[in-house]
């Protein structure tokens, strides 16, 4: 099977990029300005269960990528459509793992400008990733694509 452009991902912006730069960016207005507020004691408590579930969460996700043959990093073709494991209940659970991560991150530095920056994190993986993601895999795989996505929420 040969593989090309048409059986890859073109996306807007690189999920790591999308996610990462508004806890960068967060984490260093905390550094240079400080922080207005004191996040308190619970933020370990809640962010520590958050990397953990990142970690085994996206593991497995990861693990069914290499299970199924198909592409995961921007550039491989996309050779199955994953719908076991994470992604019965969600049909981005990499990118809901690697949302987890950011909240976790910022509660354990902490940063209160990584968590008010959060929601541009959800919204540039949203537009630069999930989006063109979803027209590739309907073109890609069609109906069976699109039956998915009646049965699966896009987060969770």
Do not use: C
Not at 91 to 99: A, E, I, Q, S, T
Not at 100 to 126: E, H, N, Q, R, S
């Amino acid at each position: 099977m040969m593989d090309g452009p048409q059986d890859t991902v073109a996306y807007r912006l690189w999920p790591p990029v999308a996610i990462g730069g508004p806890l960068l960016v967060g984490g260093l207005v905390s550094l240079v300005w400080g922080n207005p507020v004191e996040l308190g004691g619970w933020r370990v408590p809640l962010g520590l269960p958050l990397v953990l579930t990142f970690i085994g969460w996206n593991g497995w996700s990861l693990w069914l990528f290499g299970r199924h043959q198909t592409g995961l990093l921007p550039g491989q073709p996309t050779r199955a459509m994953l719908t076991d494991g994470p992604f019965r209940v969600s049909r981005n659970p990499l990118y809901v793992g690697l949302l987890a991560l950011y909240l976790g991150l910022a509660l354990l530095a902490p940063t209160f400008w990584g968590l008010v920056l959060f929601p541009a994190a959800v919204l540039l993986i949203l537009w630069g990733a999930i989006l063109p993601e979803e027209r590739f895999l309907h073109k890609r795989f069609g109906r069976p694509y699109d039956d998915y996505t009646r049965r699966v929420r896009r987060w969770l």
